[in-house]
């Protein structure tokens, strides 16, 4: 069997095809795929694909393409490089990254780049093929990879990946140049990046489409000009394009006809007065409008002019479309000027040609130079697109332009008429003849566009002897062709007659070029019209030529000629690069044959354009040397001046690119070998002359033009040297060495400020460094580099700032060191002294620090790394000896200087833009030290100070570069060579540190510097691996390794040196230490970890403890984790006790081995805690919006720091983050109660508190001032006004204290404020949902816990379960209500378990309490709530299916949780779950009790309103009945009544007994119902009413109700003595274990001393309290007193199916429903919030259910304004409370109706009648007395108290009510176990008692708060009635005048008691007494919740 030989040559290859890999070590391949290959064997590779190396496989050689590649590194750890082009590498490895980056833009869901990056990636690999298939010309492959590399770099940008440095299109490694070359690259590609150069040429592309309009029918001809508005000329010549009949391009397959390119135009061209003019003229008829006859001779016509203003164009990128108007002249003579006129807009010389005429063109402008454009839109070019030129040279004339255009314009004439009697018709027509007369073929051209033609046309002007045409025509001739020729210009007459001939009358002629050689000179020419006759020949031209052809040349004798009337002007342009119209240029140039005019000539050469010099450049040139050879005496000093105007001439940037001319003329056609003596000599001669010399304008232009003197001095000395084989060379040299001791003494003069010789070195510096090259032709290298050297070390020492030689010699010194001279190490040794010398002088005293940074970097970028011969390191170390030093005090400096604020770009330049300069060179300084460098530096430093100043100045420099602005975020290449050259360094210097810094020499400061340079350099973003690709990654590694690990390590190393030096640094450096190790990298932390153990043994052996250690690590690991550091490893490696990193223990198991092991271990601990509450804190954190999880998060947060850590400032903190988050989330009662944790910290006193996060310096006083205010405000913004009472009275007690009347004032203004919004506004209470949090992948604060969470307004259910799964998206919702298993908790996902739960108020005194508002008992339902329920029915043992009653039980779960709500937060963790059972007779008494309820409610809301719907009680009332009949009833009798049962459950007679009471209950409920119901039924509900009446009989007899059936009106009055069960008025009352019971302290009813028995209850039905009865019909009494009849429709049965939710209103918000619920969904509805205040509390009512309606719904509407409205019923501006000091009348304003007597009944009756939709109801009929009921002695407790009738003798003292936000000593939760009921409206008994006339009883006046005492006595009442100012009661005529009735309290007292008299309860204490406390707080708590840690009194300063 062969072996696996390792491969030698074939290294690389990529993948053809996928293979699977399914062999042994077979390794997976994807097609295309690159792998590199290790070994062989028999047809297969082993090796492994290069983007995951760690991954080796055998592989088929047959599916590899193997490519050439050379290998780095030979060996095991060896490198492939690919032989590619490195443009091709570059592409396919950022494809590749491109790739995965691109389908995360589309998981992000950013289209627009996702689409964008997926066309440039085609591109891409489209151009990828061209430049593989390498059929590409050079040109086209360099433009090619110039479009790949700005794609390549626009999508780096847009992905945010790096910038790539490249040279030449190719990455370049920074290794392989300076990094002052790199930063350069850098610098170019971004700045290129930022801000491309603006164009400075520019053109127009124009395209005709169509001329639409309604009168064409005839050929046009279009011209286009480019115009100057503002100097009323042509920039262009035209562009012509002819048009057919229908108004489009005659040859529209050729579309280059139609389109051209106006080219050269300039910047200043792109102006808004530069216009594109169109003339369009008509090819026809001489009439527009003529009809068609014989004539068929065409004429061109005018037809109209368009135009578009060029700027309009400048902001369009594409081709824009234009529809140009047409306008046409109102008179032909107007013509030549219409675009002048429409441009003027004098519109009274032209018109629009039609509404809908108009040009369709498309223009675009285009930016570049010509070759740029060519290449960019290379389909125009091949198609020949007509290009359009500018009127003369463009801005920038190039050499080898070949241009002889003679523009000639047809301005006007001026005719006889020729004795016609109207003016002529005159036709031009142009024409072109050569010398031998013959027409020159195709040489005149009407436009670009069209071929020339042999003779041109102009247009007719109807009957006009004075045409003005301003047409213009170009001829574009050879030169060869103008001598001799002539252009001849025929007029003739156009007949409008049938024959339409055309008769020749005259013509003119002009020469085309003059005789002495000089073309037709430019301007205007008036030209003789010579007349003749129509067959007059004109072909013998010689007849005519010898005639004069222009007025302006004519002699003096020629007067007739002179005189004569007609002329003809013409305007000619000559745009010549052969071509002279200039005479003294002939002259010159023809000195030969006029030696005479040769000083003339070069005299005026000087005032020839230059335009027309660079023309004739070479033979200038060789004319001015040829004089200066043979008269070299006599002109030499001329010559010398002209060539010097020439070489000027040639620095002006229109002819800049002529010095390439006259650098070929130099190199290949100068021939004066003996020209340079007399240049040596003359140019000697201007230099001796400046000291003396008092104008140095010349001198200077001398100076200025040294570079191509010099360049004419050394070709000639070569010329003769090379003919005369060396001779005179020592002469030449000692000529040159006198010419430089000239220079050095006229630079040695010291220059003033504004002298001219100052001036004049100026010039010559500037120009002295190009001299440099062309000396080293002659001269060496070191001799040149010697008259350098001597040359500018003779400049002036004295340097000043001002002076303006300074910058001027760094620019000299920056030029040399660029040159060629300087690169040569042999001259470079002899001037880099000179160089750094003059560096260092300006570095110094910071000044022209850009220049400085120019030239150093220019230094630096010569020394290559590599070169590490013995000139280099010499020329390094002298260097660093110059200007290491000046070098980082000039990068401090410059760091630490502000920036300037100013709109000046100077100052930003001198400073900010040159650090990075700077940078580099520091950087490219060190790069190239060596040990043997370092040490000699350090040597240098010669005592102890020094060398700590230079450490701690570079250990501060190293700072400044590892800042993240020092370069931009995608600079990673110059940020990794930056860190590679700093670790070098440090390592290099900590060698230093540790050598004179130690033991009794120890340094803090710089050892602390080193250390804080370490901890950021391991911190900077640029080394944190982790977060780049792995190709990135695995890059980084192989070049550089993981420095972080190296410096680690180095710390570590250092650190263990320190010794007992190291309690130097703790606590100090615990903070950077701990964030170094927070860096996730294994072998980083655990170097790093052992640091805290050593900090921790140091600390313990110094102060016995560690809390320094434990205070700074807590207070900085919250800092750093909120930044985003740290990890979940990074917590088990503090805590874990298993090794995470192979042998490395962790920090825990360390610290086990310590003595001090367990303090060490609880820290562990705790620290541990903490990160897992910041890691949850973080992540939450990182959401947008403001969710549970965020909220939660944070309270976790500040709970863990104030009761484990006690760190008070963190835990302010924190609060004021929660508070933050509450008022974004709009939480602004939880905002309240988060700012109060902070306002308790305070107290009242004067001390100074420090600026502290956004507060001010301030006392205690005013910053808990401030708090109290801002909580107010956002307890009311919350509507949570009575907690905002509470703190405005301990407010307005603190201003009272001080006698601060004035904001005392203003704080019980807001406080009565508050009191009225109570009573005014609505308030909704919102729902409370039990939500469980189960499985491992909730973050620590929710795990496998179960919170209780206050919905949002409005929020039910299904809505709250939505948001949930929203912010939890992973999790899952459970189905079930049960407790989960351990699989659930310990899942590895996350599962949601919801539901609704019921709060349970503690503030039971408020909700029993009579007369206490709605808008009261509301808040107290749902506010201070620390308990709530949950009730699940099931069936026990075997369920009956006859009866299944009696085994239907309630499971009742009771939350407690850990705070009440609302509190710092909308949800709270349950702390105590309780659960019990409801037997099946115990929800037996809850179901009647709830149905009892409801059909209270709607009875009462029946009589309230006016009957317009009875349905829902007409439902109820069916459904009850019609379920007792059908066995609902006796259903329970069966299963509760018999005898079995009560054998079996003998413990359960009195709930027997209560389940009896409440059958019998409903059914006097139901007979009262039923009397209602009668009268009120529709007619078409009869039958119903009827069938409901027969079944309520049915159902009494099954109840047993025999022999009794009392009507409404049965229940007299006339039997005072008649007792009424207590049954009839029990109402349902909490058991103290949770399931109803009936009390067991009974208290009898009160007897009245007249014999009536007096029934303290009343129904929720309020009526008249002594109405009697007859014994008529059921429903004979209530027909006038049942009015708005309201309510929603309701199934009777719903109360079975449903549970009140905790926003029920006060008929059931508080109690649990039917034990059948099987839901818990909330099921009230609200009223709309949008009704007005006034009836708020009725429309609340009417939108809910009827079982969910409160009690106040039988209110009527408020009583009319002129009446005074009681407290209780004004809801808008009273208090709550009675007022004592109110008169008695003023209290009773408008009495209920009080008892009536049997007389008086029929008046009540009419009364009511009248007073329909305001009365009270009718009583409920009494119900019979049983003698052994058990309820004859039952007190029903109702949770609002009843008010009792008072009689005129019995009254007992009314209570005060205490306000809502009075509460019992614990706070604001009441809770009194006495008056806690179910309910929280307390609905008492149905009926109300019976009273005869003569007990005069009256009901409590409305409004008068209800009295809590059960029974009063007779004695007192009328003296308690005096005290009180009660008013006596109403008589009965009063009674029934015609007054407003007033109904009725809503509420009811309670029964009366048997005490001869109870005093009211004790009222609460003032809220203001209980401030101590929390809002929340309360006694009974103090058992469950865990005393905080005490935080220690420092608040004082925070």
């Known amino acids: 069997m062969n072996m696996w030989m390792p491969t030698e040559l074939e290294k690389y290859g990529v993948a053809l095809a996928s293979f699977r890999g399914t062999v042994p070590h077979g390794l997976p391949l994807e097609i295309g795929d690159t792998v590199q290959i290790l070994e062989r064997c028999e047809g297969w590779y082993r090796g492994f694909v290069l983007k995951n190396p760690n991954v080796k496989g055998i592989f088929p050689a047959c599916y590899i393409h193997l490519k050439n590649a050379h290998i780095k590194n030979k060996g095991q750890f060896e490198t492939v490089i690919p032989t590619e082009d490195s443009v091709i590498t570059e592409m396919t490895s950022t494809l590749r990254e491109w790739g995965a980056m691109w389908k995360q833009l589309y998981v992000k869901n950013e289209g627009d780049l996702f689409h964008r990056l997926w066309h440039v990636m085609n591109e891409v690999l489209d151009l990828r093929r061209q430049v593989l298939v390498g059929h590409l010309t050079q040109d086209r492959m360099r433009d090619v990879k110039q479009h790949i590399t700005a794609r390549l770099d626009w999508g780096n940008e847009q992905l945010g990946l790096d910038l790539v440095p490249r040279k030449e299109f190719a990455m370049v490694d920074p290794d392989e140049i300076s990094v002052t070359e790199l930063y350069s690259l850098m610098e170019h590609r971004h700045r290129k990046k930022d801000a491309p150069a603006p164009a400075s040429t520019h053109h127009l592309f124009a395209q005709v489409k169509s001329l639409m309009s309604s009168n064409l029918g005839e050929d046009l001809d279009v011209f286009f000009t480019i115009y100057d508005g503002r100097e009323n000329r042509p920039l262009s010549e035209r562009f012509f394009v002819r048009l057919n009949k229908q108004g489009v391009p005659k040859s529209p397959e050729k579309t280059e006809k139609q389109c051209t390119l106006f080219v050269d135009l300039g910047s200043s061209d792109l102006r808004k007065d530069v216009y594109i003019v169109v003339h369009i003229i008509r090819i026809g008829r001489m009439g527009a409008g003529e009809k068609k006859n014989a004539n068929s ?542 560096l260092q002088a300006h570095l110094q005293e910071q000044r022209d620090l850009v220049m400085c940074s120019r030239i150093l970097s220019s230094m630096f970028s010569l020394i290559k790394k590599e070169e590490v011969g013995s000139p280099v390191s010499e020329e390094v170390d002298v260097i660093v000896r110059s200007l290491l030093g000046v070098l980082l005090r000039t990068i401090l400096e410059i760091t630490n200087r502000p920036q300037p604020t100013g709109n000046g770009n100077a100052p930003r330049l001198q400073f900010q833009d040159v650090t990075g300069e700077f940078v580099a060179c520091l950087l490219a300084l060190l790069r190239q030290m060596t040990e043997k460098h370092y040490q000699q530096l350090l040597d240098s430093l010669s005592n102890k100070e020094d060398l700590r100043d230079f450490l701690l100045q570079i250990f501060t420099v190293f700072r400044i570069l590892i800042r993240p602005e020092m370069f931009p975020k995608d600079w990673t290449v110059m940020r990794l060579v930056t860190n590679n050259v700093i670790i070098t360094t440090v390592l290099y210097l900590s060698d230093a540190l540790r050598k004179n810094f130690l033991n009794e020499k120890f340094d803090y400061k710089v050892w602390d510097s080193y250390f804080y340079l370490s901890v950021i350099f391991i911190n900077q973003p640029c080394l944190q691996l982790e977060m780049f690709s792995p190709s990135k990654r695995k890059k980084i590694l192989e070049k550089y390794g993981d420095m972080r690990v190296m410096m680690g390590c180095e710390i570590f190393s250092m650190w263990q040196n320190l010794g007992e030096h190291k309690l130097n640094f703790i606590p100090a450096m615990i903070g950077p230490f701990l964030e170094v190790t927070l860096v996730p990298q294994p072998d980083l932390r655990n170097v790093m970890i052992p640091i805290f153990h050593d900090m921790m043994d140091w600390e313990h052996r110094r102060s016995g403890n560690f809390k320094q250690v434990e205070a700074k690590l807590i207070d900085k690991l919250d800092s750093l984790m909120s930044e985003g550091k740290g990890d979940e490893t990074y917590r088990e490696l503090f805590n874990s006790i298993i090794p995470l990193f192979g042998p490395y223990p962790s920090l825990l198991k360390k610290i086990e081995r310590e003595t001090w092991r367990e303090s060490g271990v609880s820290l562990i601990a705790t620290v541990t805690r903490l990160m897992e509450r910041l890691l949850d804190y973080r992540d939450c954190m990182k959401a947008v919006e403001v969710d549970g999880k965020k909220i939660g998060c944070t309270v976790s947060l500040l709970n863990f720091y104030k009761t484990e850590l006690n760190k008070e400032e963190m835990y302010i903190r924190y609060i004021h983050k929660l508070y933050d988050l509450h008022l974004k989330a709009q939480n602004y009662t939880e905002a309240a109660y988060t700012l109060l944790l902070y306002d308790e910290l305070l107290e009242w006193s004067d001390r100074p508190l420090r600026e502290f996060l956004n507060y001010p310096m301030q006392t205690e006083w005013q910053r808990k001032e401030y708090l109290h205010l801002t909580i107010v405000q956002n307890f009311d913004r919350g509507k949570c006004w009575e907690n905002g009472i509470i703190l405005c009275r301990e407010l307005a007690d603190q201003y009272e204290a001080y006698y601060d009347y004035r904001n005392l004032s203003k704080m019980r203004m807001m406080e009565a404020s508050l009191y009225d919004k109570i009573m005014d506004q609505q308030r909704l209470e919102p729902e409370f949902f039990r939500v469980g949090f189960y499985g491992k992948k909730f973050p620590f604060f929710l795990r496998n816990k179960e919170f209780v969470c206050r919905g949002h307004d409005y929020e039910r259910l299904e809505a709250f379960q939505q948001r949930m799964l929203n912010e939890f998206p992973h999790a899952i919702a459970m189905q079930h209500v049960n407790l989960p298993d351990d699989t659930i908790t310990q899942a590895e996902a996350q599962y949601l378990q919801i539901y609704a739960v019921t709060p349970i108020p503690e503030a039971q005194d408020v909700l029993q309490r009579d007369g206490v508002p709605d808008s009261i008992k509301s808040f107290y339902k749902v506010n201070h709530i620390w308990r709530f329920r949950y009730d699940r029915p099931f069936h026990k043992g075997t369920k009956d299916k006859e009866n299944e009653f009696k085994s239907l039980w309630v499971e009742r779960t009771t939350l407690t949780l850990v705070q009440s709500l609302p509190g710092i937060s909308r949800w709270f963790e349950v702390e105590k779950r309780e659960l ?195 014994s008529s019909s059921l429903s004979s009494q209530a027909s006038n007193e049942v009015s708005n009849i309201t309510g929603q429709s309701e199934s009777s049965d719903e109360v079975f199916n449903m549970q009140p939710s905790p926003s029920t209103s006060s008929l059931s918000s508080n109690h649990s429903a039917s034990p059948n619920v099987t839901s818990s969904a909330p099921s009230s509805a609200r009223g709309s919030p949008l009704l007005s205040d006034k009836h708020k509390h009725s429309r609340e009512n009417s939108c809910l259910s009827p079982r969910d309606r409160p009690c106040s719904a039988i209110y009527p509407n408020p009583p009319e304004p002129p009446q005074r409205i009681l407290p209780h019923l004004m809801g808008e501006s009273s208090l709550p409370r009675s007022e004592p000091n109110l008169s008695a009348p003023d209290r009773v304003a408008n009495p209920t109706l009080g008892g009536w007597s049997v007389d008086t009944a029929k008046e009540a009756s009419a009364q009511c009648s009248d007073t329909a939709g305001t009365l009270v109801s009718p009583p409920v009929p009494p119900r019979p007395s049983y003698a052994g009921s058990p309820a004859r002695n039952l007190r029903s407790l109702s949770p609002v108290p009843i008010p009792i009738a008072r009689s005129p003798q019995k009254n007992c003292v009314p209570p005060l009510t205490p306000s809502p936000t009075e509460c019992q000593p614990g706070g604001l939760v009441s809770n009194s176990p006495a008056l806690s009921g179910s309910y929280s409206s307390g609905i008492s008994s149905l009926s109300r008692c019976s009273v005869s006339d003569a007990s005069g009883l009256e009901a409590p006046p409305a409004g008068e708060p209800a009295p809590l005492t059960s029974s009063v006595s007779s004695g007192s009442d009328e003296l308690l009635r005096r005290e009180n100012k009660t008013p006596p009661p109403y008589s009965v005529y009063e009674r029934t005048n015609a007054r407003r009735p007033v109904p009725l309290p809503h509420s009811l007292s309670i029964p009366p008691s048997a005490a001869p008299l109870s005093l009211p309860p004790a009222l609460p204490p003032k809220p203001h007494q209980l401030r101590p406390a929390k809002l929340d707080s309360d006694p009974r708590r103090a058992d469950h919740v865990p005393r905080p840690r005490p935080l220690p009194r420092k608040v004082s300063q925070l």
């Open 297 to 838: 001779t065409q004429y061109r016509r005018p037809f109209g002019c368009a135009l578009v203003s060029v700027a309009d164009l400048l902001t369009a990128d594409h081709k824009d479309d234009h529809l140009l108007k047409v306008y046409t002249c109102n008179t032909e003579s107007e013509w030549y000027q219409i675009h002048e006129n429409i441009i003027r807009k004098v519109n009274s010389r032209y018109n629009l040609s039609g509404s809908n005429a108009g040009l369709a063109v498309s223009l675009q402008l285009l930016h570049g130079d010509i070759e740029q454009i060519r290449r960019e839109y290379m389909a125009l070019f091949t198609r020949g697109i007509a290009i359009t030129k500018k009127l003369g040279f463009s801005d920038i004339i190039m050499p080898g332009e070949m241009r002889n255009d003679l523009y000639v314009t047809l301005e006007r004439g001026e005719f006889e008429k020729g004795g016609k009697s109207v003016a002529r018709n005159v036709e031009v027509t142009v024409c072109v003849l050569d010398a031998d007369g013959l027409v020159l073929k195709g040489s005149v051209w009407a436009g670009s566009g069209e071929s020339g033609a042999d003779e041109y046309h102009s247009i007719v002007l109807y009957h006009n002897n004075s045409p003005r045409w301003a047409e213009q025509i170009k001829l574009p001739l050879p030169v060869d062709k103008f001598r001799g020729s002539h252009m001849r210009f025929e007029f003739r007459h156009c007949s409008t007659k049938d024959k339409g001939e055309k008769k020749l009358f005259g013509f003119s002629f002009v020469p085309l070029m003059q005789e002495d050689g000089r073309t037709l000179p430019d301007g205007t020419h008036e030209l003789i019209v010579h007349k003749c006759e129509e067959n007059t020949s004109l072909q013998d031209c010689a007849r005519y030529l010898k005639l004069p052809f222009s007025k302006g040349n004519l002699p003096g004798n020629n007067q007739a000629a002179k005189g004569s009337k007609e002329s003809f002007w013409i305007t000619s342009f000559l745009c010549s690069t052969k071509l002279t119209q200039n005479g003294d240029m002939l002259d010159l140039l023809k000195w030969r044959a006029h030696p005479e005019k040769i000083s003339d000539s070069l005299s005026k050469l000087k005032e020839i354009d230059g335009s027309e010099i660079v023309k004739f450049l070479q033979d200038t040139l060789d004319t001015l040397f040829g004089i200066l050879d043979e008269s070299s005496q006599r002109y030499g000093l001329k010559v010398f001046d002209c060539l010097v105007h020439i070489i000027n001439l040639l620095q002006d940037s229109k002819f800049q690119h002529f010095k390439p001319v006259m650098d070929t003329y130099i190199e290949s056609h100068f021939a004066g070998a003996l020209s340079y003596r007399d240049l040596i000599k003359v140019l000697k001669w201007y230099v001796d002359r400046i000291v003396d010399a008092e104008h140095q304008d010349h001198i200077q232009q001398v100076l200025k033009a040294s570079e191509y003197i010099f360049k004419y001095i050394i070709q000639s000395r070569r010329l003769y040297a090379l003919a005369t084989g060396g001779q005179n060379e020592d002469e030449f040299r000692c000529c040159v060495r006198e010419l430089f001791m000239s220079l050095r003494f006229f630079l040695s003069q010291e220059s003033r400020v504004g002298s001219p010789i100052a001036q004049t070195q100026v010039v010559f510096l500037r120009t002295f460094p190009s001299v440099y090259s062309e000396l080293l032709k002659i001269f060496a290298v070191r001799e040149v580099a010697s008259f350098v050297r001597e040359t500018l070390g003779s400049l002036s020492a004295a340097a000043r700032a001002d002076c303006p030689l300074e910058p001027v010699k760094l620019q000299c010194i920056a030029r040399t060191v660029e040159s060629p001279l300087y690169t040569n190490p042999e001259s470079r040794c002899i001037l880099l002294p000179v160089v750094l010398h003059l």
């Open 1476 to 1670: 019990m059972e409801v037997s099946p007779l115990e929800n037996a008494i809850e179901v009647l009790e709830n149905k009892n309820l409801q059909l209270r409610g709607l009875i009462a809301q029946c009589q309230a309103r006016h009957p317009h719907s009875v349905s829902p009680l007409t439902m109820c009332l069916n459904g009850v009945i019609d379920a007792a009949v059908n066995g609902g009833l006796a259903r329970y009798q069966e299963a509760f009544f018999g005898k079995d049962y009560a054998a079996s459950h003998p413990e359960d007679g009195e709930k027997i007994g209560r389940l009896r009471e409440l059958m019998f209950e409903q059914a006097h409920i139901l007979e009262y119902g039923l009397a209602l119901h009668e009268k009120v039924v529709p007619q078409d509900m009869r039958p119903l009413h009827k069938k409901l009446v027969d079944q309520f009989h049915l159902m009494k007899s099954s109840l047993g109700i025999q022999g009794f059936e009392p009507t409404l009106c049965s229940l007299s009055l006339h039997h005072p003595t008649q007792e009424l069960p207590a049954y009839v008025h029990a109402s349902p009352v909490p058991f103290t274990n949770g399931s109803p019971r009936i009390c067991r302290n009974s208290l009898s009813n009160v007897i009245s001393p007249d014999g009536g028995r007096i029934v303290a209850r009343r129904s929720p039905l309020s009526y008249p309290a002594g109405n009697r009865y007859s």
